[in-house]
């Protein structure tokens, strides 16, 4: 079974890859730092006046070389080393049956989404996203939640196939809800591969968004011949709520980067835990989606944006041919910038 899980920020000689400053870290093909593109040409703008930007934070005043060392100040920060790592792997209680438990605790925790900003969200066991739960086909799962919120909740286990009716996870039709201070247990096998999350249903707009979800992923999708992937990464979009634009809970510059090796394969789960529709474009390399909400595609097809609506995952497997940063970002623009640089729904795949 193949692992899905956030990797650790880079260490400092990949980060000085990013920054343009590790020819010997990464074999000698530097890539160019991500802020030598320049903002604007001198010929669009006088390199003398100034310009009046609105890009959705108000309106400022700054020289071009105001904004020039603004801009390239918040990339060459990148990455951010934050406290708190998401999505890690809940490893099971197996009981003497073979069924496979997990223990959630939801909470109220604090949660940092970058240098600045340290929020109370509502998490289970304290990361954004939640433990990341892996099951095969057929395993017996016990998924028991506990209640440490101050308001009732319920877990929803979306896009798992196989869960019968009655562990739907939604109060008032198929269950009551779970009360502060206590314990829950939702039983169920799954009956098909799929890419899936668990998320809160009671109060969901506040719950959801205030951080309650998880990645729930049964067995692998199937992959085209001959091909074996290096890793396998989940991108969990948010939008709202405390934590705000984000890509696994973290803002730019406190993305983690993908690194990778030209000819890799690397496989990516999108999930839109948000409310907002994210066009993920990734630069250079394209996308080949080979499965939509888990159901693998009969005729995957190669996109370099991925359109993800709330409540969807795509499948989508990269194959760099060539060394370089490579941005990856939401291409809703005021996801990812704002007038001090790129924030919020923007990393990079760094192929060396
Ligand atoms: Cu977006």
């Not at 530097?30 to 934070?57: E, H, I, L």
């Not at 496979?100 to 240098?115: H, I």
């Not at 990645?215 to 001959?226: H, R, S, T």
Request: glycine fraction near 12%; hydrophobic fraction near 40%.
């Amino acid at each position: 079974m193949r692992r899905a899980t956030v990797t650790r920020p880079l260490t400092a000689a990949v980060a000085g890859v990013i920054l343009g400053l590790g020819a010997v870290a990464c074999g000698g093909s530097t890539p160019p730092p991500m802020a030598d593109v320049p903002a604007a040409t001198a010929d669009s703008v006088s390199q003398a006046g100034s310009m009046s930007m609105d890009m959705g934070g108000g309106s400022t005043q700054m020289s071009v070389d105001q904004m020039d060392s603004a801009m390239t100040a918040q990339m060459k920060s990148y990455p951010v080393k934050t406290a708190g790592l998401g999505g890690q792997p809940l490893a099971p209680k197996v009981l003497a049956d073979g069924t496979k438990e997990f223990d959630v605790t939801a909470q109220v925790t604090s949660w940092q989404v970058d240098a600045t900003k340290t929020v109370q969200a509502w998490l289970y066991n304290g990361t954004y996203p939640g433990p990341t739960i892996h099951v095969n086909v057929g395993d017996h799962v016990r998924f028991v939640i506990t209640n440490r919120l101050p308001e009732s909740t319920a877990v929803h286990f979306h896009g798992v196939r196989g869960v019968p009716n009655s562990m739907d996870g939604v109060p008032g039709v198929t269950q009551a809800p779970i009360k502060p201070g206590e314990t829950y247990t939702y039983e169920f096998t799954p009956t098909a591969i799929g890419v899936g999350m668990y998320h809160s249903h009671d109060d969901t707009l506040k719950q959801l968004t205030d951080g309650l979800m998880g990645v729930f992923q049964v067995g692998a999708e199937p992959l085209p011949a001959g091909v074996k992937v290096s890793q396998e990464l989940p991108f969990v979009l948010e939008d709202s709520g405390p934590i705000g634009m984000s890509f696994n809970g973290k803002s730019f510059p406190a993305t983690t980067p993908v690194v990778a090796h030209v000819g890799d394969y690397i496989l990516v789960n999108y999930f839109n835990a948000g409310q907002m529709i994210h066009p993920i474009h990734l630069h250079g390399p394209g996308q080949l989606v080979i499965a939509k909400d888990g159901y693998p595609l009969t005729n995957p097809e190669m996109e370099d944006t991925i359109t993800v609506a709330p409540g969807e995952r795509y499948t989508v497997l990269i194959h760099p041919d060539q060394a370089g940063v490579w941005v990856w970002h939401c291409h809703i623009l005021s996801h990812a910038e704002t007038d001090q640089g790129m924030y919020g729904m923007v990393t990079a795949l760094v192929v060396q």
